[in-house]
T-cell receptor, first 116, second 114 residues
Framework: DVKVTQSSRYLVKRTGEKVFLECVQD?????MFWYRQDPGLGLRLIYF???????EKGDIPEGYSVSREKKERFSLILESASTNQTSMYLC???????????????FGPGTRLTVL | DQQVKQNSPSLSVQEGRISILNCDYT??????FLWYKKYPAEGPTFLIS?????DKNEDGRFTVFLNKSAKHLSLHIVPSQPGDSAVYFC?????????????FGTGTRLTVIP
């Protein structure tokens, strides 16, 4: 079974703090993703990575950065947390699709971040 | 702009009856569609998918129908069970190589009443 783990289930931080969210997958997947989920907005892609040290911006990268130093680990960094970054953060991983298909993304349990 | 839309935020169905969850999309380049199910305090889990070369895919109690001309897909659950109560997300992919980005809808909360 694919396992994607996230370092914290719940996190409370203060405005201006630097926040690290860690994600680890154990299936040797090339691709890793960070989303945030907000009521009425669904899942929105923040950043993704298709290889070690590679990163691409998603739909809402502002205020975030990422790091992928090892294949199994993908970190999301909030350089200076703000209240509008209070959200559920979900990490996912996948392998490149076979021809004619698409890769299934496997999600971690999520981190609910509250910024006060 | 939301490229994948789920216009019903919630749906309630009696146990044993059929649940039909709907999804519309705007991007004609999408060629693969997935449904994910999410329980509270858990990450989404993959449920079923369909390629644009098909119009139906079935897996046990779950069937996904695709109408490309209408840019519409639906998930049918029959018979519905209380354990199916969850938020269901529709997602679409444009079949890029490398990391296939998924575009998600806003979700529909299904409640199956015992």
């Amino acid at each position: 079974d694919v396992k994607v783990t996230q370092s914290s289930r719940y996190l409370v931080k203060r405005t201006g703090e630097k926040v690290f969210l860690e994600c680890v997958q154990d299936m040797d997947h090339e691709n890793m993703f960070w989303y945030r989920q907000d009521p009425g907005l669904g899942l929105r892609l923040i950043y993704f990575s298709y290889d070690v040290k590679m990163k691409e911006k998603g739909d809402i990268p502002e205020g975030y950065s990422v790091s992928r130093e090892k294949k199994e680990r993908f970190s999301l960094i909030l350089e200076s947390a703000s209240t509008n970054q209070t959200s559920m953060y979900l990490c996912a991983s996948s392998s490149p699709a076979l021809v004619g298909g698409t890769d299934t993304q496997y999600f971690g349990p999520g981190t609910r971040l509250t910024v006060l | 702009d939301q490229q994948v839309k789920q216009n019903s935020p919630s749906l309630s169905v009696q146990e044993g009856r059929i649940s039909i969850l709907n999804c519309d999309y705007t991007n004609s380049m999408f060629d693969y569609f997935l449904w994910y199910k999410k329980y509270p305090a858990e990450g989404p889990t993959f449920l079923i998918s369909i390629s644009s070369i098909k119009d139906k895919n079935e897996d046990g109690r779950f069937t996904v129908f695709l109408n490309k001309s209408a840019k519409h897909l639906s998930l049918h659950i029959v018979p519905s069970q209380p354990g199916d109560s969850a938020v269901y997300f529709c997602a679409a992919s444009a079949g890029q190589t490398g990391a296939n980005n998924l575009f998600f809808g806003t979700g529909t909360r299904l409640t199956v009443i015992p």
